[in-house]
């Protein structure tokens, strides 16, 4: 902190999404923030920061926003001491272990969990000691096919490629809006000015969505794919890419498996035009560098983990993996891989119980959660950082779940649509309060970078750190009655300790160093290390893993469903999903100044379907999929794909028992009381969010 006169600086990162910005936040005297803006010093974000960044003084000072446990009673919520909540809630989790055994607590962990150093480093000796085989979380809704796919072909689950996009030629986006999300597995601040300069070099960028996006439109060209058909575009490069290379004898079988998949075949499949898939085939492979980046809208979907595959492979077969200007593998200084063992086995050591979904990586598909709750295998959960009623397929089924459980413990800093069904929540210091490495994004950035932030507030003495309430619970379930409970652990420990082992410590980085400089570290662009990082247990690249490959008998029949099969006339919509700038899925709606402004919460549709439909624009429309139905203003626009209709997720904040003042005032509908909790990747369990059959009802 540097200070003149009254006035004085903090530096620190945002862990509101993957960017991590550098922030240069000014106080007064009285502690009271006086702006946010970004850190022109900090070398990786180079002052770049979204609207977000100034909701962290609104999350600080959310009346909503609990800083001590709150217990459920017949009266409403009471606030209650730290010493009983955790009395509370170890001897529940004592009993119900004892009583049912250890899968009978189910645990759902949320995105912000990836986003807190304290959280990161301490729930998982926590939900060892707990031992559950329930557990879930926000990743496979979301990116478990990357995961997948890595495991399969690189050895581990976090060997993710991430895009050089300081140094390519040519970047495709598929499926990805990083304008919106600042980029996601793909840690890179400043995206947009980024991509800009791939154009000022000389190099171009394309962008494949069904919704000509924010970063669409600033792309040297957009094709509209239709839903959920990505795969067999992948699919098409590759047979249009294999016939133009020297083919190896694996390479001659990724040729055979891309026969089928011409472009001829595959534009009647994808809606893009045959010229158009040559010349992207084309650029592929002509470029000095190229990309392909494939993101949320090609991971949540029905062929998730063939389409990560798939991708990995183009890039492979372009000379593009493991080298400048390609698809990279960061070296951070936090090195989550360097106790990872060589060719382990994550996958379906266990499955769901009612739809036998298979486990992957200690954790089962979430989309199995509600109904193994209502079957009863879970009667107690705690969810940490998650708000799974707003963001998980059937959102409805799993609040009629949440209601039946027996016993529920939340770890969160609100009241909201899944807390509200808690027993317990224990609220933890959060944002400006805590300190802040970011273990999981350095992981996955576009430049090596290292940044550690100082807590910039102190907390209250009635608050506790989340690391204080993981290892305390962790310590009360596993003593023994009688002795007495150690004091928790700072994690802190555990940073300075990696720091010093890891990939830099030798050339002298530690914490120490990081905590005198808040801007950052910066350590170098990406280089090549694929040899010195792979963990597969030949210590090459499986280009064609059999679960992969098995795979894709299901994308052949359904391609020959959808070439031959006429429209769905039942639900003859697809819908999709969306992101806003001002959102942060569906927990930062309680900022007036991110909310305020036209209603965000609106059904995209394309003028000509909404002429077939007979709707018209800001009409609001009753919206039906399999498993629910919701109320939406209709907004009209060319940007969408006809046939194709689109809600933002997150939204959903008009049920009862929500402690949110500004985001209920801007409730909007949630999209997963449409979303449908069958439509899954059968490969890998990952919800398929995209291309969800609806109709709008008159
Ligand atoms: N249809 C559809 N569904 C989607 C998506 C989509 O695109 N379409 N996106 C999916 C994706 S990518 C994700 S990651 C998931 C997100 O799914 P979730 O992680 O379940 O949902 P979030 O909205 O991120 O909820 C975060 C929760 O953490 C709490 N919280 C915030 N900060 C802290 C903190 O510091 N400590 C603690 N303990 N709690 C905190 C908030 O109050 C909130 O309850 O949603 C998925 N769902
Ligand atoms: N402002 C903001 N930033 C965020 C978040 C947020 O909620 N708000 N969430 C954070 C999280 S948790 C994540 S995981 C990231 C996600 O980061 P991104 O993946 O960049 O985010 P999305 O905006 O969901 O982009 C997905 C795109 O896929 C498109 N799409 C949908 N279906 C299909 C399909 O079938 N095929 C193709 N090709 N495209 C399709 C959608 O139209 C959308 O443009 O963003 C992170 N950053
Ligand atoms: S882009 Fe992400 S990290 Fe950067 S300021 Fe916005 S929310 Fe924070
Ligand atoms: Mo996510």
New binding site residues.
């Given amino acids: 902190m540097t200070s003149s006169t009254n006035i004085h600086t903090h530096y620190r990162a945002c862990n509101l999404c993957e960017a991590i910005c550098g922030l240069e936040i000014t106080l007064n005297a009285n502690q009271e923030i006086l702006s946010i803006k970004g850190d022109e010093k900090d070398p990786f974000s180079r002052g770049h920061i979204c609207p977000k960044a100034v909701g962290l003084k609104d999350?600080y000072l959310d009346k909503n926003r609990l800083k001590q446990p709150v217990r459920k009673t017949h009266n409403g919520w009471e606030t209650i001491s730290w010493e009983e909540a955790f009395t509370e809630v170890s001897s529940k989790i004592k009993d119900f272990q004892k009583q049912y055994g250890k899968d009978v607590i189910g645990v759902?962990q949320?995105?912000?969990?990836v986003?807190?150093s304290g959280?990161l480093l301490s729930a998982p000796g926590f939900l060892r000691v707990l031992g559950t085989r329930n557990r879930f979380s926000?990743t496979s809704?979301?990116?478990l096919p990357h995961h997948f796919a890595a495991w399969q072909m690189f050895g581990h689950p976090l060997l993710l490629p991430i895009p050089d996009i300081d140094r390519t030629d040519f970047m495709l986006i598929i499926g990805a809006n990083p304008l919106a999300s600042n980029g996601?597995l793909m840690t890179v601040p400043d995206v947009a000015n980024r991509l800009k300069a791939i154009q000022k070099r000389g190099g171009k960028f394309v962008v494949i969505d069904p919704r000509k996006t924010e970063t669409a439109k600033i792309a040297d060209q957009h094709l509209f794919i239709k839903p959920a058909t990505d795969v067999y575009l992948l699919l098409s490069l590759v047979h249009e890419i294999t016939s133009q290379i020297e083919t190896s004898e694996q390479i001659q079988q990724l040729k055979s498996i891309a026969q089928f998949y011409s472009p001829e075949t595959v534009s009647k499949i994808t809606g893009i035009a045959v010229e158009q898939i040559k010349s992207l085939a084309k650029d592929l492979l002509n470029a000095k560098t190229a990309v392909v980046y494939g993101r949320?809208g090609v991971s949540?979907q029905a062929f998730g983990g063939v389409c990560q595959w798939l991708i990995n492979c183009i890039n492979i077969l372009t000379n593009n993996l493991d080298s400048v200007g390609g698809a990279m593998f960061p070296q951070p200084a936090f090195d989550l891989l360097g106790r990872a063992k060589k060719g382990e086995n994550i996958f379906n050591r266990w499955q769901s119980a009612v739809r036998k979904l298979p486990e992957f990586d200690g954790e089962l598909p979430v989309s199995a959660m509600a109904e193994d709750i209502l079957a009863g295998g879970i009667k107690m959960l705690l969810t940490?950082?998650?708000?799974?009623v707003?963001?998980?397929?059937n959102g409805t089924q799993l609040d009629k779940a949440l209601a039946s459980l027996e016993y529920m413990v939340a770890?969160?800093?609100?009241i909201?649509e899944?807390?509200q069904h808690a027993n317990i929540i224990l609220?933890?210091t959060?944002?400006l309060e805590?300190a802040h490495y970011d273990v999981v994004f350095h992981n996955l950035a576009i430049r090596n970078t290292a940044k550690y932030s100082e807590p910039l507030f102190e907390k209250d003495k009635n608050q506790r750190h989340?690391w204080e309430i993981f290892e305390e619970l962790k310590n009360r379930i596993s003593i023994e009655e009688g002795t007495e409970i150690p004091k928790p652990k700072n994690p802190e420990a555990k940073l300075a300790l990696a720091m010093k082992f890891g990939p830099y410590g030798k050339a002298g980085l530690t914490l120490q160093q990081l905590k005198d400089n808040p801007h950052g570290e910066d350590l170098g662009a990406l280089k090549p290390c694929l040899k010195e990082v792979i963990l597969t247990e030949s210590q090459d690249i499986n280009l064609l893993p059999d679960l992969i490959l098995q795979d894709l008998t299901r994308v052949k029949t359904h391609a020959e469903k959808l070439l031959i099969t006429e429209k769905n006339t039942d639900f003859d919509l697809q819908l999709i999903?969306r992101?806003h700038l001002r959102s942060?899925?569906?927990?930062m709606h309680n900022s007036e100044r991110l909310v305020k402004g036209r209603n965000r919460c609106t059904l995209l549709i394309h003028p000509e379907t909404a002429n077939k439909q007979g709707v018209a624009n800001q009409e609001i429309v009753q919206i039906e999929s399999r498993v629910g139905k919701v109320e939406i203003t209709v907004e009209i626009t060319d940007e969408i794909m006809p046939d194709v209709v689109s809600i933002p997720?997150?939204f959903g904040h008009a049920r009862a028992g929500v402690q949110l003042d500004i985001a209920t005032a801007h409730a909007g509908v949630s999209?997963?009381d449409l979303?449908d909790e069958l439509l899954i990747d059968e490969l890998t369990g990952n919800?398929a969010?995209s291309g969800v059959p609806v109709r709008i009802l008159r």
Avoid: E
């Fill in positions: 999350i759902y949320g995105n912000p969990s986003h807190n959280t926000a809704a979301d990116q996601s949320m949540v940490v950082c998650g708000n799974p707003l963001s998980t397929s770890v969160d800093i609100y909201n899944t807390t609220p933890p959060t944002g805590v989340d999903g992101r942060n899925n569906s927990w997720h997150g999209l997963n979303t919800a969010f």
